[in-house]
């Protein structure tokens, strides 16, 4: 595996890659990333993957600072999985200057749900992915469903812009138990860790209850809300939204959970797509 850390360096060993496939990281790898990067493997002639902490999608009273930095485990997972590129950039690298063009994404998607309760996060994560294309120059990159909203608004960004890359998603990775895995996963305690599969169960229940044929969706969220609320988590929201734009769904549209919920100090999201 070829690790880059500049932009330059990392172009000069593309430059022969017709079709690179791209999956960005901040590091801190578990089984999820790995399996986005297993994933990209067949669609592109360059396996590329990058790990870099972005400063821009964290507010001042999260956790930028303290977030898990494992490099050493990360560039093992990423050889043992047939990456073929390691982009590493440090902020100088990325940012030589202060990145005062940045892509703000539709309201509508952006500052609802996940964008509501961290103000400003996808102006960061869009900035971030829109840089790390232009470095990279993918035809394909694969983003987890995990960060259903965060996909979304990549998707909607490469539309916009009429960028000749495709998006792929991949299916959240799960621990035995449901847990989807996260980086911040390491965050909890061994009884927050039992307990944080919770928040899954909340997420099936709201599925449970659809399928049933319940059809009160305000209903629906404020008991799958109460529930974790009387385990001692700190719900953001668990709400059914429709596929397409995460906005109020219509009898018949294909409908998604999703939930943000805090257990201690680590906050925990997830989804769920709801055939019914």
């Not at 549209?253 to 999201?269: D, F, K, Q, Y």
Request: proline share 6%; aromatic share 8%; glycine share 6%.
């Amino acid at each position: 595996m070829y690790i880059a850390h500049t932009i330059a360096d990392l172009r000069a060993h593309l430059a022969t890659a017709r079709r690179p496939a791209f999956v960005p990281t901040m590091g801190n790898l578990h089984e999820g990333h790995i399996a986005l990067v297993r994933q990209a493997r067949p669609l592109g002639d360059a396996t590329v993957a990058s790990i870099f902490v972005n400063r821009l999608q964290f507010l001042p009273h999260e956790d930028f600072d303290t977030y898990p930095r494992t490099w050493d485990s990360d560039c093992e997972k990423l050889r043992a999985a047939g990456c073929d590129v390691l982009f590493a950039p440090d902020e100088q690298a990325l940012y030589p200057e202060p990145q005062t063009c940045k892509v703000h994404p539709d309201p509508a998607l952006a500052d609802i749900l996940e964008g509501h309760f961290r103000p400003g996060f996808f102006i960061g994560v869009c900035t971030v992915v829109m840089k790390l294309f232009q470095c990279v120059q993918p035809r394909v990159a694969v983003f987890g469903k995990k960060d259903y909203q965060q996909l979304m608004a990549i998707r909607h960004m490469v539309r916009q812009f009429a960028l000749p890359i495709e998006i792929v998603g991949g299916e959240t990775f799960r621990a035995d138990d449901g847990l989807a895995l996260s980086s911040r996963n390491g965050y909890l305690s061994e009884a927050e860790s039992a307990e944080a599969v919770q928040l899954s169960m909340a997420l099936q229940a709201m599925a449970t209850a659809l399928r049933s044929g319940e059809r009160d969706l305000a209903a629906i969220e404020a008991r799958a809300m109460q529930s974790l609320r009387a385990r001692g988590w700190q719900p953001d929201y668990l709400v059914l939204r429709r596929r397409a734009d995460l906005l109020t769904p219509s009898p018949g549209e294909p409908i998604v959970a999703l939930g943000a919920a805090r257990l201690g100090s680590t906050r925990l999201i997830d989804n769920l797509e709801i055939d019914t």
